[in-house]
């Protein structure tokens, strides 16, 4: 009792102990769960920092965006729910793609014919006749929308204009109202973070972003009904990028969301996940095996038990016996 | 722990039936037992795998133990029953802290510069300032990199991009003309290949420095005179010779054999014998792109082998083991070092086996039938050491002196080797402090002898 008075008061003045020990008793509560590892927490917090200092570099100068994530770091982050799963999803990917390249000499071509170098038409007349250089075309501007997800280092981001217009809204909003709070609730500083925010709000362009690149490009491969064997060779190339932009634009989700929903799929709920668009499942083994290999996934069966249900369970076996016998 | 095979077996279900006691602490620690399901993730994944595609699968495998990583091979081969687990290299790390993810050389951007990345076209796909560079020029987008860096020639009057493009290799100290906010500025471009997972080349990824802040480029890697201009010293050539090449060869050699042993139904006799020679062609191009990616991992600046502790009568009869149904086929017997007979050593336990394997298959394959091979292990102050001798028709001296070069197969023309083995084996052995000799006599067989440090 002395003990848990003692660290009773030690956390309650004790933030990082408090932490510590809800950490702990989590742990305790579910030993085999799966959790987060170092490296992805470092990714993920990586990816939330770029965020908030690409959007803060938005606000026109006004916003000091080092000193906003030393207070933010410390704090904690406004909108941090809606931030975690948009980190954790690029975050995710980012290790998928990584791990895909590591193994790339490990891993086995599959018999998969390269796609001829298209010659690109100059003009939007050849451009509009040729198939061919249309999906080229949006093949590339694909290309260009992911690798704006990766800062100069060649870290992961989020690319601003990925960003779905509420939460870039409502993260604009949190940090100017940090930034006003920081000049002392200045009127000519409110006034202009005011002009700061709905500027960035105009210039945020979704067409630049990976989903209309994505879906342009699905769009292209279907004008001519290819988008299945584009589909098989990206599998085959490890082009996961080109595969999550075309499996979302077929399902109509967005393209994290689908980035997450292939990496967290279990192996068998992979071909209804891509059943749109390919159905060839021979063709799926190379995502299975990528898939497989990358470690700490968070898929269904790697979770725990929902333990209060097993316990039920086991209680509803342990009763049937004496009762089928008497 | 990485000079054993630890061994497993899991049923149809999935669980751990039996195993050696490596794998069952590490079950036992991860929360569950014998009779039960892997509980490790990433193993669980694999056997499943495994298991759905009826094919053998070899895998790194990383798991996270109590307060280390386990870095290990496995390999899970499916049967009626289950499946075999086989876990060899086992290696204990200390938890990786977290780092910044790593960013190759070429595309490590200063930050008075810009890092860029092009498709195979030379597209530009990517354009980004460092935190002090100069604003990159606007509407980069899909242009061409010779649209919007005007390449200047270099003294002989070509374009290293274009020659790299030609090439797919690496390339700096390209001078370009680029706009800047002042106008025109000097700069110099430098980048890397980037290929995807079948080995085709995607395009570019590099910097683009500002002339006075770029370093001088460094000179051409010098040709290695057997490969003639084969860019040995790139590690993304290995790589992409290595990944282009090994799986069309998997499938070949997997598709052969099944002809040649008629699984699909009967064919005639002689398509049958084709389809064998086919497999062994294929087995044999096989071994050369492995020798080929060894080599250069071994030519590489700096290559150090491990210094595990091992034993050379344990090593030898491994490696009896693995090729004793290969000499049986020939009716040669093998006389390997007593189980009880231990030479302990140090050196990188998988090299050490890669060699005695090498020294071995030769023995095997340059030996008469009926014969015998005889492995035997000795000490000679700080040196232990393991012989392989044959009764093939031995190696004269002048043959002695060239036996450890490069693609040298000693006149033979058969599909036998790549000529690589014996030097191969001889630079791991130099690795590991070790060395390699040959003694042999023309009619009286030849002795191979590995040395290494002895350990008490």
Redesign the interface.
Known sequence: MVQASLFSQLASVNPALLACLRETSAHLAAPGATRLSEEQRALALGIARRLVGDAADRLDGAVDAAALWADWGTQGLPGATQMAGLCFARAEEHRWREQSVRHASDAAPHGVEPIAPVAVPTTAAALADDPLAAIDRAYLVLRIADRRRFDALGHPEVAIDDLDLDFFRSLLLDIAAWALVRSGKDPAVAARLGEAVRGALARHDPARGIDQAGAAYHAALAAIGVQADSAAVAIARHDWPALIALAAAAQKYRYDDMALALITAEPAQLAPLLAPLLRDHAALAPLEGSLAMLGNRAVASAASDDYAAALQARAATLGDGPEGAS | MSERIVRGRIDRAGRLVRGDAALLRLQQR??SGIDKPL?L??LA??A??AQ??QRE?S??L???DDHSDIHALVRIVPDAEGAAIEISDWRTRP???????P??EA???SPQG??W?C???L????L???AEAPPVTAGW??RSLSELFELQPDDNGHFAVLQSLARQTGFDGQRVRADGPEGRMAMVLAAAPQ??????FTGFRGTALREAEAPAPVPAAITDPAFGSLPLSDPAF???I???L???L??IIATAETISGQFDGPIRADYARYAGDIAHAGRHLLGLVDDL?DLQNIERPGFKAARDEIDLGDLARRAVGLLGMKAEEKGIRIDAPPTDEAMPATGEFRRVLQVLLNLLGNAIRYSPADSLIWIRLDRQGDRAMVTVADQGQGIDAGQQAVVFEKFERLGRTDSGGSGLGLYIARRLARAMDGELTVDSAPGQGARFTLSLPARD
């Open positions: 991860a929360g509980a993730p990433g994944r694999l499943a795998l759905r595609l699968i895998r790194p990383i798991a996270a938890i990786a802290q977290p780092q910044i993810p960013v190759t595309a490590a951007v810009w890092s990345e498709d195979g076209q597209r530009l796909v990517a980004r300032r460092g987008e899909g290929f995807d997972a079948t080995g085709r290995g790589r992409r290595d990944g282009a090994r799986g069309p998997a499938r990616a």
